[in-house]
């Protein structure tokens, strides 16, 4: 070997090496690269379903009725879904523009859809007989639909810990938390894949006594590019506002059920109409957010054919105009006089929920708008700019979309707003 080919050798090595070291050295995969397909996707299926589908009363029975548990744990002898397909649900969540689906594995009420080997009180060891995780699982895994799993920190199988704001003595909490660290291992060794993990009912909230840390910790050792919610008494990944819409400064998703009740209940009939359910995902993306919207199985797995037709109908709407939700970002050019607007790429949308008539006006727009196209039809408007003020012309006298119209718009340059000096 050459001095020369000596030399490129140990650069190549020192090279390899600093290479390798700089990995080690960097850790877990950060948060900003965790969550880039999440910010991408924007809106998710929320899934509650348990032994509560049976009452029709609301994921909250067992507590707002004061159930004793003995007659509430004899409806595991009654659970057993035959309807339950998971595959159907999965092919709805992609119908209607969905990126990843969230699923209730445990609620407050403690009944399990999986096989706990902490917990007798399970769709396994009772009448169903099935690990119906797995098979949702399965599906999930056979669309490539990404897959989340929420966990109650809480149970109401354990004495004194329902919500009264009481506190719980350690000897009450410490066999909580020990369930908490066996059933999330189980979650997240026996299922692939689990792309989030979405806590809740932390009573009491004090992240130091349910060791927060450690069982986040836990979670990312065993699936290092899981995303986490911040219903741990942790930060983590995200935010989760809660039936309504509060942009933050981190990642956040707002969850929304479709009526008013999480669970199923056949009687609540306040369902929110596509238009609405369209400007809380458009509010979302255009704040930077994600929607996480709920569905409520009944108790033979099927989910309400109202809750399903209104899915199909915002399915319809995001094949048109989802490249104005999915990777969506605020935008610098705004129109609050029609909307709302979001950002994609170097993209603007107008998400005009006050159509105009067949000019559209907006102003404070800080670069020349090169083309504006309605989404809906594909139609060009006609274009008249004077400084920070813009006309689009041409367009139709009503909205051609039903729920809500959306505009393309394309730039000369990257778009951005006037300066709010210039009078």
Known sequence: ????????????????????????????????????????????????????????????????????????????????????????????????????????????????????????????KTAAGRDLIAEFASACHSAGMRMGFYYSLQDWRFPNVTPHGRLIPEQTLQPLVDQAFAQIRELLTQYGTVDILWFDGMWPYDAQRWRSQELIDLARSLQPDILINDRAGLPADFATPENTVAARSRPWEACFCLNRSWGFAPYDRNYKPVHEVLRLLASCASQNGNLLLNVSPDEHGRIPVEQAEILHQVGRWMQLHGRAIYGARSSPVVAPNLGMESRVGDKVYLLIQRWPGSTVPFAWCGSKVRQARLLATGQLARIEQKADRVWLHDLPAYPPDPYLNVIELSFTGEPRAADPAYQ
Not at 79 to 86: A, H, L, M, R, V
């Open 1 to 124: 070997m050459s001095r020369m080919e000596k030399t490129w050798l140990l650069v190549v090595v020192a090279v390899i090496s600093c290479t390798a070291f700089c990995v080690y050295a960097a850790g877990p995969v950060p948060p900003q690269d965790r969550t880039a397909w999440w910010q991408e996707a924007r809106f998710g299926l929320f899934i509650h379903w348990g032994l509560y589908s049976i009452l029709g009363r609301g994921e909250w029975v067992l507590y707002q009725e004061h159930i004793p548990f003995a007659e509430y744990e004899r409806l595991a002898d009654r659970f057993n879904p035959k309807q339950y397909d998971p595959k159907e649900w999965v092919a709805l969540a992609k119908q209607a523009g969905m990126k990843y689906i969230v699923l209730t594995t445990r609620h407050h009420d403690g009944f399990c859809l999986y096989d706990s080997k902490v917990s007798p009180f399970t769709s396994v």
